[in-house]
Nanobody, 125 residues
């Protein structure tokens, strides 16, 4: 499966953006999906994840209450709504999907089998 992330851009602090992650090649409606981000000079870090049903969601403490992850399996797409953006949110955002069908650790990068190419989010102060 190929993942294509888009929706990044330049926004002022306090603003909002919605990222999309579209899958092609095969459906990924059975795959838990996550968002990670990587700022310059830093490790790639977990942002949010969602179960394949969409019922369960997980968030990093730094984005909890500001970001919302959702999915539309009919469109083979996962979204990340980002509100109240801060300069510290500036990073390249990546979506990822895992083929694991049982329990998994959504915060762990190695749990994911497929990665998108990333989309740049820049938040100005």
């Amino acid at each position: 499966v190929q993942l294509q992330a888009c929706g990044g851009g330049l926004v002022q602090a306090g603003g909002s953006l919605r990222l999309s992650c579209a899958a092609s090649g095969r459906t990924f409606s059975d795959n838990p999906t996550g968002w990670f981000r990587q700022a310059p000079g830093k490790e790639r870090e977990f942002v949010a994840a969602i179960s394949w049903t969409g019922v369960s969601t997980f968030y990093a403490n730094s984005v909890k209450g500001r970001f919302t992850i959702s999915r539309d399996n009919a469109k083979n797409t996962v979204y990340l709504q980002m509100n109240s953006l801060k300069p510290d949110d500036t990073a390249v955002y990546f979506c990822a999907a895992t083929t694991k069908s049982g329990s998994y650790s959504p915060q762990i990068k190695s749990e994911y089998d497929y990665w998108g190419q990333g989309t740049q989010v820049t938040v100005s102060s």
